[in-house]
């Protein structure tokens, strides 16, 4: 068995609830990020030091990112990635020619820096900012401004210190798009701001918008995610809306007509989690099985032979308790631990010994027994 097997064996899962997801231990887009006991792995692009091993090539290995320890929870931007210790610390690297990272200098960092802001429990990446959810339920965010992503008026300004976003308390779960993002209130309200081109914001509208502003067509939220001009929203009963860019025919609906208002899944399955891919969306259902709708062009969706997927269908893999998509790609996680991978390799980011594409879901580990091994 190769040496990349062996690292990738090591990685554990606790539980997961509808806000725990395999984006908290494992998060991809054209690279990838992964926790295996407490440490930091990377495999995929490097062009902006993203990998965090002190190069800029490509790799399509995993390899250790070096001093970190204690990471509960990792996240990767386009560009950028970001790893929070079980103490709430955060460690940034990649790409800050944007102020992205939240690091003074405007340049790639290729090794994981300490940032300024502690208690923190979830990041939302887009493409040129930030956000921070800390403990107390406050957002912050760090980066360009663009469409007022970070509620200031200086549309467009660079922001090099993390800031405070106005108008936010009380949230429990954030997500951001390329330029755009959503907040998620404890009492199950969601508030959207930014970029709204392709109706990413929800509000019936095609108006950018720099101050969070609640969309009224949902209630009862639980769970928020976005990527790209998509969002999306998973509520008590565990129905599933989507809204934005379908392009790819990512929301399921039959047509190739953006949606600037929330749109419910037409599933009889219980939701439990969302994740948006940049031509697909991918729901895990209370069933263990997994919906997927939108493109096909990289064989994402591998049983099919259709370029796009018009509405959702359920892939032929059972026991799924976690699944994740990126650029491209797709990530699921079974019952036994074993983490199956396919769609776009170009960069390595399915860790896979190459960078060859896979049209058929490859096992690429298994948990080890002995979780000390």
Request: net charge neutral.
């Amino acid at each position: 068995m190769r040496a990349y097997i062996l690292w990738l064996s090591l990685i554990s899962f606790a539980c997961f609830s509808h806000n725990t997801s395999l984006a908290q231990s494992l998060s991809v887009n054209n690279h990838l990020i992964r926790i295996i006991n407490g440490r930091v792995f990377t495999a995929g692009e490097n062009k902006y030091g993203q990998l965090g091993n002190s190069t800029f090539t490509d790799n399509n290995l995993m390899q250790e990112v070096s001093n970190l320890d204690d990471i509960g929870k990792v996240f990767s931007g386009k560009t950028t990635s970001f790893a929070i210790t079980r103490s709430g610390e955060v460690y940034a690297w990649g790409n800050n020619t944007n102020s992205q990272l939240g690091l003074d200098e405007l340049k790639h960092y290729c090794m994981p820096e300490k940032l300024n802001i502690s208690s923190v429990i979830d990041i939302a990446a887009g493409d040129y900012h930030t956000l921070f959810l800390k403990k107390d339920g406050t957002v912050w965010g760090v980066g360009r401004n663009i469409n007022g992503v970070l509620n200031e008026e200086l549309i467009n300004f660079k922001f090099s210190t993390i800031t405070q976003i106005k108008g936010l308390a009380q949230i429990i779960d954030i997500a951001a798009g390329d330029s755009h993002n959503i907040a998620l209130h404890k009492d199950g309200s969601i508030y959207t701001w930014g970029a709204n081109h392709s109706g990413q914001l929800g509000d019936s509208t095609k108006i950018n918008t720099s101050s969070p502003t609640i969309i009224k067509a949902i209630k009862g939220a639980v769970q928020v995610n976005a990527r790209g001009a998509n969002s999306s929203a998973i509520l008590k009963d565990g129905s599933l809306y989507v809204w934005g860019n379908n392009d790819f025919a990512q929301l399921g609906d039959g047509t190739f007509n953006f949606k600037n208002y929330p749109i419910k899944i037409n599933s009889a399955d219980k939701i439990t989690y969302c994740s948006i891919g940049s031509t697909n969306i991918v729901a895990l259902s209370e069933n263990k099985t997994i919906l997927i709708s939108g493109s096909n062009l990289i064989n994402q969706i591998n049983h099919s032979d259709k370029e796009f997927e018009m509405r959702p269908v359920r892939l032929a893999y059972s026991n799924i308790i976690a699944v994740e998509t990126g650029a491209d790609c797709i990530l699921a996680l079974n019952e036994d631990n074993v983490l199956h991978a396919w769609g776009l390799n170009t960069k390595g980011q399915l860790a896979s010994g190459n960078f060859i594409n896979r049209k058929v879901k490859a096992d690429l580990a298994a948990i080890s027994k002995n979780k000390n091994d």
